[in-house]
């Protein structure tokens, strides 16, 4: 089992994550709670459309960031990553700790910083 090595202001580390989430939206108010009773709330919804949620964390520091973005794009990976190395401009590296999804790439950051308006083949 590898371990981590100590944190330096220097050297940072961050376990990243993302998850889609509905939105949803109640049909009735709820009834008030009173003595013996909770909140009550009806079942039934409406649905609000959806988003994405990006959280990044440094558990060993007590530290998490989250974003919240209407989709799951590419570059909105790449300007989270941007907000991470904002938190931490002091920092010599940070190593992120993520899944291997697509848009997980330097061509993500390339899109968004280097050539934004270049259209895809």
């Given at each position: 089992?590898?371990?981590v090595g100590p944190m330096t202001k220097a050297?940072?580390?961050s376990a990243w994550t993302e998850t889609p989430r509905q939105l949803i939206r109640q049909v009735r108010e709820p009834l008030e709670a009173v003595p013996?009773?909770?909140e009550r709330e009806d079942y039934?919804?409406?649905r609000a459309g959806t988003c994405n949620v990006f959280v990044a964390c440094e558990p060993l520091?007590?530290?998490r960031i989250a974003k919240v973005t209407e989709y799951k794009r590419r570059q909105d990976w790449a300007l989270f990553l941007q907000d991470i190395?904002?938190?931490w401009s002091g920092a010599e590296r940070i190593t992120l700790v993520m899944?291997?999804?697509n848009t997980?790439?330097?061509a993500s950051l390339y899109e968004t910083f280097i050539c934004p308006g270049r259209p895809r083949r």
């Open positions: 089992m590898s371990t050297i940072r580390w013996g009773h909770p039934e919804y409406e520091a007590g530290w190395a904002e938190a899944d291997n999804l997980h790439s330097a």
